[in-house]
């Protein structure tokens, strides 16, 4: 199983929708959980980022964090066209020997 | 504030050529990385510097070097590229060292490698 799991999609939403994409990890020493986004030929860049369990919100952005169920969501509201991108999702523990951990990222498309 | 500029940003090579790709960075930040991106297998570590002077492997070392110049340099190379070496190439850097949980990256555009 890898560490990290995410569905690569792609997933196609008509604009205004919310959207949810989502991470599966198997790692319990994960404590930092980041989303990243990708626009095409582009490198990524970070979009949310946050500690431990509980959700944050950023604008149209929320992330979520389920450390019980190893779970993490974004979700966007409102969607728009220049969402279309490959989100993302990234964790890390507290301390230890290993770098950053992504997921394959999910591509999106929002279609006006 | 240019961030992270790699070099070049396009390149076809022929099996068995060598080449080395350039990383720079201007926010004085610690680590730095490489990684490749593939379609289906996301992005994979090949190398990181925890700080000048050191290096360690990552998921994917076999075929390439790496070398951290100084603070502000990180290069990657390949002594003889193979085919299955053809991948999109991004180095990124990040202020805390590998080893602390917030280690938020900062990447690069991207080098597109073509090994025929």
């Known amino acids: 199983q890898k560490e990290v799991e995410q569905d690569p999609g792609p997933l196609s939403v008509p604009e205004g929708a919310i959207v949810s994409l989502n991470c599966t990890y198997s790692?319990?020493?994960?404590?930092?959980f980041m989303w990243y986004r990708q626009y095409s030929r582009k490198g990524p860049e970070l979009l949310m980022y946050t500690y431990s369990s509980g959700n944050k919100e950023d604008g149209r952005f929320t992330a979520q964090v389920d450390k019980s169920s190893k779970y993490i969501s974004l979700f966007i509201r409102d969607s728009q066209p220049s969402d279309s991108a490959t989100y993302l999702c990234a964790m890390s523990a507290r301390s230890g020997n290993t770098p950053l951990v992504f997921g394959k990222g999910t591509r999106l498309s929002v279609i006006a | 504030n240019a961030g992270v500029t790699q070099t070049p940003k396009f390149q076809v090579l022929k099996t068995g050529q060598s080449m080395t790709l350039q990383c720079a960075q201007d926010?004085?930040?610690?680590?730095m990385y490489w990684y490749r991106q593939d379609p289906g297998m996301g992005l994979r570590l090949i190398y990181y510097?925890?700080?000048?002077?050191?290096?360690d492997k990552g998921e994917v070392p076999n075929g390439y070097n790496v070398s951290r110049l100084n603070k502000r340099e990180f290069s990657l190379r390949l002594e003889s590229a193979a085919p299955s070496q053809t991948s999109v190439y991004f180095c990124?850097?990040?202020?805390?060292?590998?080893?602390?949980?917030?280690?938020?990256?900062?990447f690069g555009a991207g080098s597109r490698l073509t090994v025929l």
């Open positions: 510097s925890a700080s000048e002077g050191t290096t």
């Open positions: 990124a850097s990040s202020r805390d060292r590998v080893y602390s949980g917030a280690n938020v990256l900062t």
């Open positions: 790692n319990s020493a994960f404590q930092y």
């Open positions: 926010m004085n930040h610690n680590s």
